[in-house]
């Protein structure tokens, strides 16, 4: 099974700083990375797919990058709205296998 | 705007089953995929397995495989989840997701059902 690690797993940043989350796999998965935003209480929202593609709708202050086993996820200028937990997703295969990274939790200072 | 739907809050018993059912449109269901993941009080995201119709497929991670059963029924657009041999660790909120048709990822989420197993 490919696992996936991320880090750092909580960080604080102030408004208007940019923050950076990494996500490792135990194994090369291309590009086959995706990340979800959680915010407390509410249900999962997929932000990015297949590594850097941004979803409809989703602000341009984020992003993300990498391929094979080390990946990045950026926001490039914090807002408040942007409390959550990020979690990275691998997929594998066909019908595909999918493996959740532990979340990152991000907070404003 | 696509809607997946869930059923209520349960309680069980220890050693108990549960099923918990999403609700789709019938776009959804008969071409895409639904999935299943799970999250414990303060924990992370869990995936269990998913259904994909149009590719006839069924597929469970590794930890469920032997508790966990998926199923759909395409007459009413809607899928099941069922786990069985509960115990206090799978007190938790059951999510199911549309697994998108172009990148495999959980475009639409179900409202969650949180199922509690206590004595």
């Known amino acids: 099974d490919i696992q996936m690690t991320q880090s750092p797993s909580s960080l604080s940043a102030s408004v208007g700083d940019s923050v950076t989350i990494t996500c490792q796999a135990s194994q090369d998965i291309k590009n086959h990375l995706n990340w979800y935003q959680q915010k407390p209480g509410k249900v999962p929202k997929l932000l990015i797919c297949d590594a850097s593609r941004l979803q409809e709708g989703v602000p341009p202050r984020f992003s993300g990058s990498g391929s094979g086993t080390e990946f990045s996820f950026t926001i490039s200028s914090l807002q408040p709205e942007d409390i959550a937990t990020y979690y990275c997703?691998?997929?594998?295969?066909?019908?595909?296998?999918?493996?959740f990274g532990p979340g990152t939790k991000v907070d404003i200072k | 705007q696509e809607q997946l739907v869930q059923s209520g809050a349960e309680v069980k018993k220890p050693g108990s089953s549960v099923r918990v059912s999403c609700k789709t449109s019938?776009?959804?269901?008969?071409?895409?995929?639904i999935t299943w993941v799970r999250q414990a009080p303060g924990q992370g995201l869990e995936w269990m397995g998913g259904i994909i119709p149009v590719l006839g497929s069924i597929n469970y991670a590794q930890k469920f495989q032997d508790r966990v059963t998926i199923t759909g029924d395409d007459s009413t657009n809607t899928a099941y989840m069922q786990l069985t041999s509960l115990s206090s660790d799978d007190t938790a909120v059951y999510y199911c997701?549309?697994?998108?048709?172009?990148?495999?990822?959980?475009?639409?989420w179900g409202q969650g059902t949180l199922v509690t197993v206590s004595s």
């Open positions: 997701a549309r697994i998108s048709a172009s990148v495999p990822s959980f475009d639409y």
């Open positions: 997703q691998q997929y594998d295969g066909l019908p595909p296998v999918f493996t």
């Open positions: 019938r776009n959804t269901f008969s071409s895409f995929g």
